[in-house]
């Protein structure tokens, strides 16, 4: 829990600056956070905040002076871990030091510790160890330092009690405040967890060759930081495709914010992506922050990039190369850390040779280029994508419908121009007007799907088994294409994607061989 305290947070919260400006203002005390091992958090440059009296001042800004100092921390906040309550103790050089435990339901986080005081009961005593630790640490400077011990704030049994109720009241503030990212975090690590769920690459429906491709090289890719094109016809899952890369990288903490380049034109694009200024252009009634800077440190996907202006696509070749932008209006740049994410159902090197896209952009696009293959090239994932999809409105509509095998051969035959989203589109239509029946018939299909012109497997049928079912489409496949081509293994191996070693035991299981057709 410790390690998700955030320390730079406290800094921003009014209680504890009110705190540092009262006890500053009334007794010179300077305050200071450490965590369970006692080690100061947020003190910049290897400095201690607001060092408020002049013999402070000295000695932290020698070196050895502060890593006493740092001692000191560690030393009375790692004993204050046994401790419930406030807890007085000496620094090395001679001064009072209090330290305050931070407990949120009970676990110790660290400790509110103020400094730079002396007490009144031993302020002399305290006075004489002071100038003997300058004699010996500040020899050139014995005699400035020691004239300012005198004016040092001493603080009596009533002030004490005032300063311990101050830091308590807010040590509650911070518990509250803690408490409440506690519980902020934990549904983000929920949500995280959710969603790297279903955006795992291990959740996507496919078992075919082209999609087991597909899968290791997105395992390869997914935690790097290079831009990655993903190609593929519309509804094949390129956005399914950026989400997973991006819940399974180490951004996956970030934002990933999505923009459909082909929904704008030029200029609500360039507004959209970098920004505006109030003023930049009629209707520009407030600052507007881009989508870049929205995705800062997380992923940003563009969808249809195909879609972009020449002009545009210079502006976004600056934020690829240099990772900077200047907003619409605006005269300084920005800088970001975004990850790009871009897709596309366009031949983009068509586009460069027809000088519609430009080379260096789609060059830089494509560090890495994965294609996801229409649905009519891996049919053998339709049935899987069919049970996915039926559970899916069985579960909302509480139902518990089947598909007939009349059906799951008119889906198989169908070629799907609109790829996976036309077969869930197809489902869900099927399951609406199946009504009530335990199976969903043929008939309920769409006309073009339960006619099926083409019918590419005239006379399939399917019968028992579902496995049974696949592996006979599967030898009617080899035997067509193998007779279209001419028995060329490779080339058809290449056109089923599938090895080669792989056809040829498909072939001898299914006694294909061309002496025995």
């Known amino acids: 829990m410790t390690d998700k305290v955030r320390w730079s947070e406290f800094d921003k919260l009014h209680v504890i600056r009110r705190l540092r400006e009262l006890v500053g203002k009334w007794w010179k005390i300077q305050i200071n956070f450490t965590d369970t091992k006692g080690l100061l958090r947020g003190v910049p440059e290897g400095k201690f905040f607001n060092p408020l009296n002049q013999i402070c001042q000295a000695v932290t800004s020698d070196g050895k002076g502060f890593e006493a100092c740092r001692g000191t921390a560690r030393q009375t906040t790692v004993e204050t871990t046994r401790s419930k309550d406030a807890r007085m103790s000496r620094c090395h050089a001679g001064f009072s030091t209090i330290t305050v435990p931070i407990r949120v339901e009970g676990k110790y986080m660290g400790c509110v510790f103020g400094d730079g005081f002396l007490v009144a009961d031993s302020a002399d005593e305290q006075k004489m160890r002071l100038k003997s630790y300058l004699a010996r640490s500040f020899p050139g400077r014995e005699a400035e330092l020691t004239a300012h011990v005198e004016s040092l704030p001493v603080l009596s049994e009533k002030d004490i009690a005032y300063l311990t109720e101050l830091i308590e009241m807010v040590v509650e503030e911070i518990i509250v405040s803690q408490k409440r990212v506690f519980d902020e975090q934990e549904k983000v690590g929920e949500l995280n967890k959710e969603l790297g769920a279903r955006y795992s690459f291990d959740r996507m429906i496919g078992k075919s060759a082209p999609m087991q491709d597909l899968y290791r090289l997105l395992d390869r890719v997914c935690d790097s930081d290079a831009t990655v094109l993903i190609n593929g016809e519309n509804g094949t899952g390129k956005e399914l495709i950026a989400k997973a890369l991006h819940y399974n990288s180490r951004r996956k903490d970030k934002k990933f914010v999505v923009v459909n380049c082909g929904a704008f034109n030029e200029n609500l694009?360039?507004?959209?992506?970098?920004?505006?200024?109030?003023?930049?252009?009629?209707?520009?009634?407030?600052?507007?922050?881009?989508?870049?800077?929205?995705?800062?440190?997380?992923?940003?996907?563009?969808?249809?990039?195909?879609?972009?202006?020449?002009?545009?696509?210079?502006?976004?070749l600056r934020v690829l190369q240099e990772g900077t932008f200047t907003p619409v209006g605006a005269t300084v740049t920005k800088r970001v850390s975004v990850r790009i994410l871009a897709a596309t159902n366009r031949e983009l090197q068509?586009?460069?040779?027809?000088?519609?896209?430009?080379?260096?952009?789609?060059?830089?696009?494509?560090?890495?280029?994965?294609?996801?293959?229409?649905?009519?090239?891996?049919?053998?994932?339709?049935?899987?994508?069919?049970?996915?999809?039926?559970?899916?409105?069985?579960?909302?509509?509480?139902?518990?419908?089947?598909?007939?095998?009349?059906?799951?051969?008119?889906?198989?035959?169908?070629?799907?121009?609109?790829?996976?989203?036309?077969?869930?589109?197809?489902?869900?239509?099927?399951?609406?007007?199946?009504?009530?029946?335990?199976?969903?018939?043929?008939?309920?299909?769409?006309?073009?799907?339960?006619?099926?012109?083409?019918?590419?497997?005239p006379g399939y049928r399917i019968a028992g088994r579902l496995k049974d079912a696949l592996e006979e489409l599967e030898k009617d496949m080899i035997r067509e294409g193998l007779e279209r081509t001419r028995w060329n293994k490779s080339k058809l191996a290449k056109e089923l994607g599938i090895s080669r070693a792989g056809l040829i035991m498909k072939v001898e299981k299914y006694g294909l061989d061309k002496r025995t057709i």
Request: hydrophobic content about 35%; glycine content about 8%.
């Open 350 to 457: 068509k586009m460069v040779k027809e000088g519609q896209f430009r080379e260096d952009l789609y060059y830089r696009l494509k560090v890495i280029n994965l294609t996801v293959p229409p649905l009519r090239e891996r049919k053998e994932d339709i049935p899987l994508l069919a049970e996915h999809f039926l559970k899916k409105f069985n579960k909302e509509r509480g139902q518990s419908k089947l598909i007939s095998s009349g059906t799951l051969e008119r889906l198989i035959n169908h070629d799907w121009p609109g790829n996976v989203r036309e077969l869930e589109n197809e489902i869900e239509r099927a399951c609406v007007l199946s009504s009530n029946e335990g199976e969903i018939p043929p008939d309920v299909l769409s006309q073009h799907i339960y006619e099926n012109a083409k019918n590419k497997y």
């Open 269 to 316: 694009l360039e507004s959209e992506l970098f920004g505006h200024m109030k003023g930049a252009f009629t209707g520009a009634i407030k600052d507007k922050k881009g989508l870049f800077e929205e995705a800062d440190g997380g992923t940003l996907f563009l969808d249809e990039i195909g879609e972009t202006s020449m002009s545009m696509q210079v502006k976004m």
